[in-house]
């Protein structure tokens, strides 16, 4: 009997322990051929519900058991757990099917890989900086708030006294909106913190200053009674790192600045008399003039960056990111300086007339000229093939990839249709690009003094509207940069997003601009440092801030769910209904400046590793083409990522060898500035006011 009792004791046992057991079944989807369409959908079964899903792909909610939106190629993880503790680990993959899936899959782990390099965070990893987002508290919003909505809210009546304990889901007060009452309920546990007294506006769309201020829908706060991690959907916490490749930009910017003396500044107003031709020389060797020079140069920076690029900025950082944006355009003024410099200093020009310049040339040469030939050799070589991939991805197809879309957003008749369009800009492309850089030159002359003046103009009018805005606008910047709530990151996090934005906007560092500008007619490499140093100002400081402060002004950065142009577009038709058609075309030239003056970029770097011949330039040239179809025919994820990363680790060669020559570049902005003021050097003769009878 008792042998009997033990045997189904045992078995009552197995049974209870694999009644625990989770079972999970899984359905893998590739819906279509377009990329990051696939998912996974769970089945799980035995254990104790519910369960909880710990997805890899962190914008799965740990409720959720299917996860969408995901690379077709790529392995994910998932964690299983029941409300007893029992877990199971799975891991599935979407299996790619079309050539753009294989593709895209493919390079999703480069441009991860590559990612850690480029933003790895070097203070967290020694400790001096905690990286996670942390909140103290967790503000109470108006119910049902919407930032594009005409409404008004008034705080009717507390339900909780100041200072009680509060549980999630307790209503906390009655909060009118236009007259309907509504109740606002406590959304965290701990201590209730009033903002308001009863009876008093809580936001108001026809105040401005509530339009404009950071957070004015919120009536209430809920103090913590510890700090809480702020998390993604899967669970893992939202971290605000300091990305190494912004430090070495920023640094490098910040130590050109002091080692020259703060040229940015001082050199401003003899950077502006160069732009407009007052020195320039006629027989001086070259193949175009300062301001061809600065207009290729800034077309190959000022793009959808600065639209797109600005407006997630500001949503991520706030207002307070236009600040330090501003700040590191400013020290970026100092990078373009010795790059351009150098990049004049150390062409080549063949029997032809032809110009051959840029940081392959100084890094080569001047590093051989400091006994170190084999480490320019190899930053030469390096930089080289970084800039001919850069330029057929971010300064290509991101390009014709990122226009069609803009562009077939606002024009429906183009859906569909990225082939043809994509022909039509390649041969539009190519009529520009197949007469060098003198043709170039003409064209992003004629293009970027227009295109920019059009979205000025439309900046200006926006602003001008809204004008009563700009005390809680500047307030708002003020306020955002030196005290930002966590939510945003405190302000490192709102420091770092407006560093980041800047230093990939203009490009100071990177060292395209040298290829550029070593082509300008001169006889003075300093004097093209100077017309160069206009760049990052142009870009940044005028450009993107305008961007920041149409967003801002409008009251748009406060706007959730949207990004990107779509943002932008909604800030500018705010006061100018059509104007989002005129900014779609707009994106569309400052893509198609963009491709033409990357093309030059990579022609160069292309003719360093393969010769200079025209055949050569005609192979490149041909490439180029193809690729602007293939950017705008198909939509290839993280293979634009990573090319547009190239663009990035171009500064890791350029900037070193920039270090080492920043003694000599010195020395030449020295000389150049004694030859000024001595008046050594060419002067275009003023015109003369009254023209002498004939």
Not at 43 to 59: A, F, H, I, L, R
Not at 112 to 122: A, H, I, K, N, Y
Not at 607 to 614: E, M, P, Q
Request: overall charge negative; proline content about 4%.
């Amino acid at each position: 009997m008792r042998k009997y009792l033990l045997s189904m004791f045992f078995l009552f046992s197995i049974f209870g322990l694999s009644a625990q057991e989770l079972d999970v079944k899984a359905k893998v989807g590739n819906p279509s051929n377009v990329i990051n369409n696939g998912f996974i959908e769970l089945d799980v079964t035995g254990g104790t519900p519910p369960y909880k899903y710990k997805w890899s792909n962190q914008s799965t909610s740990l409720e959720s058991n299917r996860a969408e939106g995901l690379t077709e190629g790529v392995s994910y993880d998932v964690v299983v757990t029941d409300s007893e503790g029992n877990s199971v680990e799975k891991s599935y993959r979407v299996e790619a099917e079309a050539i753009t899936e294989h593709f895209n899959g493919t390079f999703a782990p480069i441009v991860e890989g590559m990612g850690s390099v480029l933003f790895w965070d070097p203070f967290s990893a020694v400790g001096i900086y905690d990286p996670v987002v942390y909140a103290d508290l967790k503000r109470i919003e108006a119910p049902e708030w919407d930032a594009t909505e005409d409404v008004k809210y008034i705080l009717q009546e507390w339900l909780v006294e100041e200072g009680e304990h509060v549980t999630e889901g307790d209503p906390v007060a009655i909060v009118t909106k236009n007259g309907q009452e509504l109740t606002a309920m406590a959304n965290a546990d701990g201590s209730l913190k009033h903002f308001l007294g009863e009876g008093e506006v809580i936001y108001d769309s026809e105040n401005k200053k509530d339009v404009i201020e950071q957070g004015a829908q919120y009536f209430a706060s809920i103090e913590y009674d510890e700090p809480v991690a702020l998390l993604h959907p899967n669970g893992d916490p939202q971290t605000k790192s300091i990305p190494f490749i912004v430090v070495w930009l920023v640094f490098g910017a910040l130590f050109f600045t002091l080692r020259l003396g703060f040229i940015n500044i001082r050199g401003f107003r003899h950077s502006l008399q160069l732009a407009k031709g007052k020195f320039d020389d006629p027989n001086a060797p070259g193949q175009v003039t300062h301001f061809q020079a600065l207009a290729t140069a800034v077309s190959g920076t000022v793009g959808l960056g600065n639209i797109a690029g600005v407006a997630v900025a500001v949503s991520l950082g706030g207002a307070g990111a236009t600040m330090w944006m501003i700040l590191a355009g400013l020290l970026g003024m100092s990078s373009k300086f010795v790059e351009c410099t150098l990049g004049v200093k150390y062409r080549f020009i063949n029997s032809e007339g032809r110009v051959f310049g840029g940081p392959m040339n100084y890094l080569r040469y001047g590093l051989e000229k400091r006994n170190k030939r084999g480490l320019g050799k190899f930053l030469a070589g390096f930089f080289a093939i970084l800039a001919i991939g850069a330029s057929f991805g971010g300064g290509n197809m991101f390009q014709a990839n990122q226009s069609f879309s803009i562009l077939a957003g606002e024009f429906p008749m183009l859906a569909g249709n990225g082939f043809w369009f994509g022909i039509v800009v390649a041969v539009l492309v190519g009529i520009v690009i197949i007469g060098g850089i003198s043709s170039i030159a003409k064209v992003t002359g004629k293009i970027v003094p227009i295109m920019a003046a059009v979205y000025v103009i439309g900046a200006f009018v926006v602003i001008g509207v809204n004008f009563g805005n700009i005390g809680p606008a500047f307030s708002a910047i003020w306020d955002g940069a030196f005290s930002p709530s966590a939510l945003k990151g405190g302000v490192i996090g709102v420091l770092i997003v407006g560093f980041q934005r800047a230093a990939f906007s203009n490009e100071a560092g990177v060292g395209s601009a040298a290829i550029a500008h070593s082509a300008a007619k001169t006889n003075h490499p300093p004097s093209e440092g100077f017309v160069a140093l206009l760049e990052p100002f142009i870009d940044t400081v005028v450009v993107c801030t305008l961007t920041a402060l149409v967003l801002i002004f409008t009251g748009m950065h406060e706007v959730e769910g949207v990004g990107g142009v779509e943002l932008t577009s909604s800030a500018f038709g705010s006061v100018i209904s059509w104007f989002p058609y005129v900014l779609a075309t707009a994106v569309f030239l400052f893509a198609f400046s963009t491709m033409i003056s990357w093309s030059y970029y990579g022609m160069r770097a292309w003719t360093y590793l393969f010769g200079k011949s025209k055949k050569n330039e005609m192979v490149y040239k041909s490439l180029f083409l193809v690729f602007v179809v293939v950017g705008a025919s198909v939509s290839l994820g993280a293979v634009l990522d990573f090319s547009d990363m190239m663009i990035l680790a171009m500064s890791f060669p350029n900037i070193i060898g920039l270090y080492f020559m920043i003694g000599e570049v010195s020395d030449d902005l020295k000389e150049y500035t004694h030859r000024l003021k001595a008046g050594e050097l060419f002067h275009k003769p003023e015109k003369e006011k009254v023209k002498k009878a004939s």
